[in-house]
């Protein structure tokens, strides 16, 4: 009898302490679902994924169901169980958003602003009075006449994916034939690119990261630098403000990349990403508070964490899958060499060019940190053998 009353209260007490943290749902399940897995534990939020595969990055290790994000029913029944949803991929149709929010579903990024990540021609007729390149919705190559430009798909390109210089009128029609409606873009040859990241909640607090510079090889960020090293302290604060206007604008919730191109003192703005981005991983190692752990904050209304660096800089490069399958063995050398390496596995199945980890350093001495990080990027994916 004692024992019986024991385990009911202890129930009860459990199911109280339990109830009152709430739960997450994410739609997508991969690295960046899998790096909002710690964080989401030391909050003592519960986290369920909506995978596509029990194979995914971020399924491996978390709570999930597997399903298809088209699948409007399907997504609602897994919504039941979660207090809040949110994403970690754009690929989601925007009509499945809009479906979940008419059922009562509170989704963060809600669609009235996740619209601005998804379709580049809406994004650059939104933040029209914001610094942009030229730009044009074109269905026929007679509608240009100066060249090169830019070419891009409107929506579901990623990686530069779907980004292409175009450099004649017949070029312009050819890609025309695959892809009858195209956003044209003036080329802007930038001296860099920056990323600004940003965190805002429903009631509205923002916050924002230093910027941080990325360099991009054949469309796909291999390096970041923060704070940005080839722009000053007066543009880095321009920039930043640009982005916190920006998130105000469109009415984000969740953290937010605003990708820029630096020209001189010119900023131009290139695109948003609506989730934890790759620009932002260095925060996890160089940041008070990291963009997962930030993103978690704002979609549940919490009062946001001091994104303040830890440390001078912080480097981070992505590692892309290469010749070498075994990523654990070439700890044993790297983590020897540069004790003050941090590595961050994503669990993928290594394919050519794929990011499947990425490592960062933070400190003081930039050149030694970048020299650090390069060289174990291209060891792991075995362009380097030593
Ligand atoms: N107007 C432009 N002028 C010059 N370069 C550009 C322009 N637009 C894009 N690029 C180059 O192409 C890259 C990819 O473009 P964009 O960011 O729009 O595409 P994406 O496929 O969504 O990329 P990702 O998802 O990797 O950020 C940019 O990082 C930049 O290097
Ligand atoms: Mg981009």
């Known amino acids: 009898m004692a024992a019986e009353l024991l385990s009911a209260t202890s129930f009860i007490y459990?199911?109280?302490v339990t109830e009152r943290f709430p739960t997450v749902g994410v739609i997508g399940a991969g690295q960046l679902a899998r790096m909002m897995v710690a964080p989401a534990t030391a909050l003592g939020v519960r986290l369920r994924?909506?995978?596509?595969?029990?194979?995914?990055?971020?399924?491996?290790?978390?709570?999930?169901?597997?399903?298809?994000?088209?699948?409007?029913?399907?997504?609602?029944?897994?919504?039941?169980?979660?207090?809040?949803?949110?994403?970690?991929?754009?690929?989601?149709?925007?009509?499945?958003?809009?479906?979940?929010?008419?059922?009562?579903?509170r989704v963060f990024p809600p669609s009235s602003a996740f619209i601005y990540s998804q379709d580049k021609a809406a994004m650059r007729e939104k933040l029209g009075a914001f610094p942009s390149p030229h730009w044009k919705v074109v269905t026929s190559a007679s509608e240009m006449d100066q060249f090169p430009l830019i070419a891009k798909?409107?929506?579901?390109?990623?990686?530069?994916?779907?980004?292409?210089?175009?450099?004649?009128?017949?070029?312009?029609?050819?890609?025309?034939?695959?892809?009858?409606?195209?956003?044209?873009?003036?080329?802007?040859?930038?001296?860099?690119?920056?990323?600004?990241m940003v965190a805002r909640s429903p009631h509205g607090q923002a916050t924002s990261w230093t910027p941080t510079e990325t360099v991009q090889k054949d469309g796909i960020c291999t390096l970041t630098i923060t704070p940005a090293a080839s722009i000053d302290s007066v543009l880095a604060e321009r920039a930043q403000q640009l982005a916190l206007d920006i998130a105000q604008e469109v009415g984000v919730v969740g953290v937010m990349a605003v990708e820029m191109f630096i020209k001189g003192d010119n900023i131009?703005?290139?695109?948003?990403?609506?989730?934890?981005?790759?620009?932002?991983?260095?925060?996890?190692?160089?940041?008070?508070t990291s963009q997962f752990e930030q993103h978690l904050r704002a979609i549940l209304d919490l009062p946001?964490?001091?994104?303040?660096?830890?440390?001078?800089?912080?480097v981070m490069g992505?590692?892309?899958?290469?010749?070498?399958?075994?990523?654990?063995?070439?700890?044993?050398?790297?983590?020897?060499?540069?004790?003050?390496?941090?590595?961050?596995?994503?669990k993928k199945e290594v394919r050519l060019g794929r990011k499947i980890g990425h490592v960062t350093a933070t400190g003081s001495d930039l050149l030694q940190l970048t020299s650090d990080v390069q060289h174990a990027r291209d060891y792991m994916s075995g362009a380097i053998d030593e």
């Open 153 to 196: 798909s409107i929506s579901g390109g990623y990686d530069g994916r779907g980004v292409r210089q175009v450099n004649s009128q017949d070029e312009l029609e050819e890609i025309l034939k695959t892809t009858p409606q195209l956003l044209i873009e003036e080329l802007i040859a930038f001296d860099c690119e920056i990323a600004v």
């Open 318 to 346: 992505n590692i892309l899958g290469g010749e070498k399958m075994d990523m654990y063995r070439p700890y044993l050398h790297l983590m020897a060499r540069n004790p003050e390496l941090k590595f961050h596995q994503y």
């Open 304 to 314: 946001l964490g001091d994104p303040a660096m830890t440390d001078e800089f912080a």
């Open 49 to 105: 994924l909506f995978a596509q595969s029990s194979q995914d990055s971020g399924a491996q290790m978390c709570e999930h169901v597997v399903g298809d994000y088209k699948d409007l029913e399907a997504l609602k029944k897994f919504a039941r169980d979660c207090d809040v949803i949110t994403f970690e991929h754009e690929l989601i149709p925007l009509s499945v958003i809009k479906g979940l929010e008419s059922s009562g579903v």
């Open 268 to 288: 131009f703005v290139n695109e948003l990403a609506m989730r934890p981005h790759n620009s932002g991983h260095w925060t996890i190692d160089g940041s008070r």
């Open 14 to 16: 459990d199911r109280a």
